[in-house]
């Protein structure tokens, strides 16, 4: 090893050596004041008023966040489809179930307006075994109505725009080619 590298180590690592590297650093008791335990005090009393106010600054900060988060609300959207929890069949509002034999209630039926004994035309099972299939939107919800409408939209339609945007441009790129 170098000397310069145990020089560093020597100073980096005070515990590994029987002495001290750094005996400047240890604080001795002012010699102006004649009390030890007066200096203390005031020593504590200072350090206590410091702690009080980084422990009132980081509360505050704990408080903004949780203000935040607060605002922050995953929205759920309907998208008028409800699966049946048994078989995965998926009733969709806007089609009913006429196409299933026995399909008594026609397109556009909401699954609310149907009857209490209506069951999973597939499986047979109860109307309370359906769960209503949801979108989540994420963000602020003062800030949905912003922008060009893409506050308000989902993941994959943003993922769906962006990518089809990418893939028209590469498109009409490659368009300008067979121009010439």
């Not at 335990?37 to 949780?66: C, G, N, P, W, Y």
């Not at 988060?69 to 998926?90: D, H, L």
């Not at 399909?103 to 769960?131: I, Q, W």
């Amino acid at each position: 090893m170098s000397p310069l590298s145990v020089f560093l180590l020597f100073l980096l690592l005070p515990s590994s050596f029987p002495f001290s590297p750094r005996p400047f650093l240890v604080r001795h008791p002012s010699p102006l004041r004649s009390d030890p335990a007066e200096s203390t005090s005031e020593s504590t009393s200072e350090l206590t008023s410091a702690q009080d106010a980084e422990m009132t600054k980081q509360e505050q900060a704990a408080a903004r966040v949780a203000e935040l988060k607060g605002q922050e609300v995953f929205i759920k959207r309907t998208t008028g489809v409800f699966k049946c929890s048994n078989c995965n069949y998926e009733y969709k509002e806007s089609e009913g179930d006429q196409m299933m034999i026995g399909g008594l209630n026609p397109p556009g039926t909401p699954f609310a307006s149907l009857p209490s004994n209506y069951r999973c035309p597939t499986c047979r099972a109860s109307k309370d075994s359906f769960t209503e299939v949801v979108e989540e939107i994420a963000g602020f919800e003062v800030n949905q109505g912003y922008g060009f409408g893409t506050n308000g939209m989902t993941g994959g339609e943003k993922n769906l725009l962006i990518f089809g945007g990418l893939g028209a441009f590469f498109v009409l790129f490659l368009a300008g080619y067979g121009l010439s």
